[in-house]
């Protein structure tokens, strides 16, 4: 077969109306093992193509224009089809395309990114972030933290703290470490995991974890202690840290009651512990601030970050690196044997240089704070409404809702009955990417995205619910 007919050459691809699906699609199941993905069931299936991108829209190969509110998976912050991005990329790749930073050796746009997310890092309650560590990926940046937290505590006497404490349902990567960090009982139940050293707590979820008559507030106290539990049951002399997402994000947008992080805040202060924010989804904007744990008025030592820093233009993530465990690293740890072919590549943190002066100049963070991110949580509010929702909340430019079979008795559907997966499909067909973890439904649109848009989100949303609702009935599940 010849596969140079199959797909149009990028200079070709936003003015394509049509592409060869089926020899796409077979290519596809022939030599792509995708991720997260039963292949038994994309073969069958077969993938939808997605081939360009504007905005906040993408077209798939049959010409379909589909209203992506997950910004891709949760990153492409600035929107698709910038062009100053493109422009810095190329500009970067034809000066200096690639040189490692082992061996005492730097390149202009790593430091540079480098000073620049030192000076947008606030500080908090006297933690100041003025070091790096670049990846490639969340995943490799909290395998990053592992390694970073167990040398810190080696360096200072304490080599028996070794074990880091997350959350049940949190999702902090996929590489051995980062699925271990995580707490996805999927993902445990393949390859032996998690690691040594990893324990879970639960999640900070009312509506499932709550007491009868239980208030927000008061649970939120509650799940914070499980914390405190965790650690006497352990040992806190064991303990290194904590590690959390400030609103759990693959988890099903999972926003914490506010007195959950002030009362974390002082656990892990009363123990010694270090605290990483784990920010991949939440930082650059995500919930109006450039990094999340200001919101939170949390004081992290670690914070991961990913995604929004180049609005996945190109890989990158990293670790900012808190003043007390940055240190200690350099001022007693010598050589730290740890490090990434493409840390601090230099196109990436062009790019990345690239999308922040973007966000800044177009003050999206500001945005999303201050007019479209209340709005969004406005408009969300009003779904409660809806015979087919139980909760819905917004963070930001985050959100969620829950389908419940009952809502005056908030009976949930049997699992089996797959309603999420459901909603989803219904959602594609009506030209809408809304992302499905159980029975929620869940966006992250691009920080791009104006009122009028959301609006435009909003119908589509409600078209999505009532025609799952109608399909339920047919089925004489409701």
């Not at 070709?12 to 038994?40: C, M, N, W, Y």
């Not at 309650?125 to 592992?146: A, I, P, Q, W, Y």
């Not at 509506?207 to 006497?232: H, M, Q, T, V, Y």
């Not at 177009?362 to 009003?382: I, M, Q, S």
Request: proline share 5%; charged share 20%.
């Amino acid at each position: 077969m010849n596969t140079s007919t199959l797909i149009a050459p990028p200079a070709l691809v936003r003015r394509a109306e049509k592409h060869d699906t089926k020899a796409v699609q077979a290519l596809d199941s022939a030599h792509f093992i995708h991720p997260f993905t039963d292949h038994g069931d994309l073969a069958t299936r077969g993938s939808r193509v997605i081939t360009h991108a504007e905005n906040i829209y993408v077209w798939d190969s049959e010409g379909h224009k589909i209203l992506d509110a997950m910004s891709g998976l949760w990153c492409v912050n600035a929107g698709y089809g910038r062009k100053e991005l493109a422009d810095a990329a190329y500009q970067q790749m034809m000066t200096l395309p690639f040189y490692n930073t082992f061996f005492q050796t730097t390149n202009v746009p790593a430091v540079q990114l480098a000073t620049k997310l030192a000076a947008l890092a606030p500080e908090v309650g006297g933690r100041k972030f003025e070091h790096v560590f670049f990846s490639s990926s969340g995943s490799e940046s909290n395998d990053t933290n592992v390694r970073m937290v167990r040398r810190y505590w080696d360096l200072l006497g304490q080599p028996q703290r070794k074990v880091i404490i997350s959350r049940n349902n949190a999702y902090h990567g996929s590489t051995m470490a980062g699925a271990s960090l995580g707490g996805m009982s999927g993902m445990h139940a393949q390859g032996d995991l998690p690691i040594p050293g990893i324990e879970h707590i639960e999640q900070p979820y009312h509506f499932e974890n709550a007491l009868p008559g239980e208030s927000e507030a008061d649970f939120g106290l509650r799940a914070a202690r499980w914390l405190d539990e965790k650690i006497l049951s352990i040992g806190a002399n064991k303990v290194a840290a904590f590690i959390a997402e400030p609103v759990q994000g693959a988890g099903g947008v999972i926003i914490p009651p506010s007195t959950y992080w002030p009362e974390i805040q002082r656990i892990v202060d009363k123990h010694g512990i270090l605290l990483i924010s784990d920010e991949v989804i939440c930082a650059f904007g995500r919930l109006g601030h450039w990094f999340a744990y200001e919101k939170f008025g949390m004081r992290p030592d670690l914070v991961t970050f990913a995604k929004g820093v180049t609005s996945g233009y190109i890989p990158l993530g990293g670790v900012m690196v808190g003043d007390r465990v940055a240190r200690v690293l350099i001022d007693k740890g010598g050589e730290f044997n740890h490090g990434y072919t493409y840390s601090g590549h230099p196109v990436a943190c062009a790019v990345a240089l690239a999308n922040i002066e973007l966000m800044e100049r177009e003050k999206l963070v500001e945005r999303v704070k201050d007019d479209t991110g209340p709005y969004l949580a406005e408009c969300f509010e009003e779904l409660r409404h809806h015979p087919l929702v139980g909760t819905a909340q917004a963070c930001g430019f985050v959100a969620g809702l829950l389908l419940v079979k009952n809502k005056a008795t908030n009976e949930q559907f049997d699992p089996d009955l797959g309603v999420g997966m459901m909603c989803r499909a219904h959602c594609f067909r009506h030209g809408l990417i809304m992302r499905a973890v159980g029975e929620r439904m869940i966006i992250a649109p691009p920080l791009v995205m104006t009122r009028t848009q959301i609006d435009e989100m909003m119908v589509l949303i409600r078209t999505c619910l009532d025609a799952t609702v109608d399909e339920l009935r047919a089925a004489g599940q409701l």
